[in-house]
């Protein structure tokens, strides 16, 4: 991948993390304002701004190091994310089929976070 290109994914992925974000910042308002439920979407909430986050601060780190410390932050609140999105469908919180998209979205974040992970790792 050239230059150019790689700024343009870079800049298309810390966009796309920041409005999945987004996306659950929604979905939390509409919860029910049960205990369980606003506990499984505060966590939720938490890890998917994370990701957003701890994104940001990789196209911001100073080393390499730093770098690749934040990939794994990432990696590992996607996959929290995942969870929370899965627990809430299958406690019959939220209905399975308004979190698909959702669920998809971020199994696609964290894919695409390994392999930046793993790359970052191959670099070294």
Request: glycine share 4%; hydrophobic share 40%; charged share 25%.
């Amino acid at each position: 991948m050239n230059s150019s290109a790689k700024v343009d994914f870079i800049t298309a992925f810390r966009q796309r993390t920041k409005l999945a974000a987004l996306r659950v910042i929604k979905l939390y308002q509409s919860l029910p304002r049960t205990g369980e439920a606003q506990v499984l979407g505060k966590q939720l909430l938490r890890s998917a701004t994370s990701v957003a986050a701890n994104y940001r601060a990789v196209c911001r780190a100073r080393s390499g190091n730093e770098q690749y410390a934040k990939l794994c932050i990432c990696v590992e609140e996607a996959d929290e994310t995942q969870l929370w999105l899965e627990l809430l469908g299958e406690a019959g919180i939220i209905p399975q089929i308004r979190l698909a998209d959702l669920q998809q979205e971020y199994l696609e974040i964290v894919s695409v976070l390994e392999k930046a992970r793993s790359s970052h790792r191959g670099n070294e």
